[in-house]
T-cell receptor, first 112, second 113 residues
Framework: GQQVMQIPQYQHVQEGEDFTTYCNSS?????IQWYKQRPGGHPVFLIQ?????EVKKQKRLTFQFGEAKKNSSLHITATQTTDVGTYFC????????????FGQGTILTVHP | KAGVTQTPRYLIKTRGQQVTLSCSPI?????VSWYQQTPGQGLQFLFE???????NKGNFPGRFSGRQFSNSRSEMNVSTLELGDSALYLC????????????FGSGTRLTVV
């Protein structure tokens, strides 16, 4: 099955600094989804990317899908304390119904 | 519209007991998936149900089972609980093969003592 490696595992930033987390696979991915989980919370869907080279933006968040569809990134510009949480990439199994394969997640801490 | 509802939120059980967790998906969503989240293993897929049929199953022992009812509500059962089953159990619903992402419930925190 499709597997994804996510780095870094932890990231500490000062408020206002930028943050990036990366998701990599050795195989071509059919799609990539990104989720955010606040401390004590549950994963919340952010976005899905399916096209090679796709770039999508949500306010300060920029999501990219690599040209070879083997990697993806989430970039946050000028972090805020509300950005604290764990960011996961995940691959939807398609015909492997309902199965999301998650990366290990990046835990983001923002210091005010 | 109401989100995904999981009950109970917290549960403490003793080794060897069994437990049943419940999940009510978003109205109109027919797919319900279950995940186990632990600090060591992360988020792992348990199984998925659609129209009362299990379509997919993860790599968990047979002690983990589930079912889905005609109203799309789902339950998962864990028998003969082990200490290692302590985890956050999350269910997620989607409208159509997850093309708009999956909506997760708040989870059930199970502690086995």
């Amino acid at each position: 099955g499709q597997q994804v490696m996510q780095i870094p595992q932890y990231q500490h930033v000062q408020e206002g600094e930028d943050f990036t987390t990366y998701c990599n696979s050795s195989t071509t991915l059919s799609n990539i989804q990104w989720y955010k989980q606040r401390p004590g919370g549950h994963p919340v869907f952010l976005i899905q990317l399916v096209k090679s080279g796709e770039v999508k933006k949500q306010k300060r968040l920029t999501f990219q899908f690599g040209e070879a569809k083997k990697n993806s990134s989430l970039h946050i510009t000028a972090t805020q304390t509300t950005d604290v949480g764990t960011y996961f990439c995940a691959v939807d199994g398609g015909t492997s119904y309902g199965k999301l394969t998650f990366g290990q997640g990046t835990i983001l801490t923002v210091h005010p | 519209k109401a989100g995904v509802t999981q009950t109970p939120r917290y549960l403490i059980k003793t080794r060897g007991q069994q437990v049943t967790l419940s999940c009510s998906p978003i109205s109109g969503h027919r797919s319900v998936s279950w995940y186990q989240q632990t600090p060591g293993q992360g988020l792992q897929f348990l199984f998925e149900y659609f129209s009362e049929t299990q379509r997919n199953k993860g790599n968990f022992p047979g002690r983990f089972s589930g079912r889905q009812f005609s109203n799309s509500r789902s339950e998962m059962n864990v028998s003969t609980l082990e200490l290692g089953d302590s985890a956050l159990y999350l269910c997620a619903s989607s409208s159509s093969a997850g093309v708009s992402g999956y909506t997760f419930g708040s989870g059930t925190r199970l502690t086995v003592v």
